[in-house]
């Protein structure tokens, strides 16, 4: 017992779904309506040897911008996005630090080297569980370290950029300094 027309699709749409899309394509194209202007007072009719003055546009007065559609606004929000980034790269850069992902891809190393050298493989499969499992987070740094200055970057901007990527803070302490 069932409806006949629930086991097949016809190619027709809902008559409601169909008629939202309509207006929704349809808010798309439409103008935004003008903001109603507050009422002027009529200039006075000027006289034979008067002169009227051509009304000045106020320049200074915000122009009201129509409201941005949702993805207009994604996209907004993403040139604005993209630009801070932007600025963000470039003072990394004039500071002499790394690009984050090149720190990311570093510490990333770093912790598949320190847990190869530490065994952590076989240590799991031994005890059945990476539970209690304790890391050097020194030479975690330590090899960030290292690999980032093999990559051309200098023993402080490499310190530095560790240290703000992994300890969450602008200058590295005395044990990343070492390094």
Avoid: N, W
């Amino acid at each position: 017992m069932g409806y006949h027309h629930d086991d097949h699709d016809d190619g027709e749409q809902d008559p409601f779904i169909q008629e939202f899309l309509k207006e929704i394509a349809m808010d798309a194209y439409d103008p935004p309506e003008p903001e109603p202007k507050a009422s002027e007072p009529e200039p006075e009719p000027a006289g034979e040897d008067e002169t009227v003055p051509e009304p000045v546009a106020d320049e200074a007065a915000p122009v009201a911008a129509p409201p941005l559609s949702a993805s207009a606004e994604a996209a907004a929000h993403r040139r604005v996005e993209a630009e801070r980034k932007r600025i963000e790269r470039a003072e990394r850069r004039a500071a002499g630090l790394p690009d984050r992902r090149t720190v990311d891809g570093a510490v990333s190393a770093a912790l598949a080297q320190v847990l190869r050298e530490g065994k952590a493989a076989s240590r799991v499969r031994a005890r059945g569980s990476a539970r209690g499992m304790v890391v050097d987070g020194e030479a975690i740094l330590r090899h960030a370290i290292l690999e980032l200055r093999a990559r051309a970057c200098s023993k402080e901007a490499a310190s530095r950029a560790v240290a703000e990527r992994l300890l969450g803070r602008d200058t590295p302490g005395p044990a990343l300094a070492s390094g």
